[in-house]
Nanobody
Framework: QVRLVESGGGLVQAGGSLRLSCAAS????????MGWFRQAPGKERELVAR????????YYADSVKGRFTISRDNAKNPVYLQMNSLKPEDTAVYYC?????????????WGQGTQVTVAS
């Protein structure tokens, strides 16, 4: 059974930092591209960042470029999202996803989500 379990969310002041972690089990981790999505109230879920199987290639949404960093450890199976200079508009539920395709258009597996709230 594949499980993606996010952690690290919480409440932070604007300008602060958080690091999200996603522990993956039940899949061959290095065979999947990994991504972080987010969904704010009343908005559609959006791709925030993704990383290739090897970790060499990354993509970021324009709204987070330069502030967020995605990384993975293929030896230990977590994927991380380091979030710096957080803004109130970053408030959302953040989801970890695994996709056999780098595009992340339709991920194969999802985590349950972790809430990130940025106070102004």
């Amino acid at each position: 059974q594949v499980r993606l379990v996010e952690s690290g969310g919480g409440l932070v002041q604007a300008g602060g930092s958080l690091r999200l972690s996603c522990a993956a089990s039940g899949l061959t981790f290095s065979s999947y591209a990994m991504g972080w999505f987010r969904q704010a109230p009343g908005k559609e879920r959006e791709l925030v960042a993704r990383v290739s199987r090897s970790g060499e290639n990354t993509y970021y949404a324009d709204s987070v470029k330069g502030r967020f960093t995605i990384s993975r450890d293929n030896a230990k199976n977590p994927v991380y999202l380091q979030m710096n200079s957080l803004k109130p508009e970053d408030t959302a539920v953040y989801y970890c996803a695994a996709s056999f395709r780098l595009s992340m258009i339709n991920p194969d597996y999802w985590g349950q989500g972790t809430q990130v709230t940025v106070a102004s």
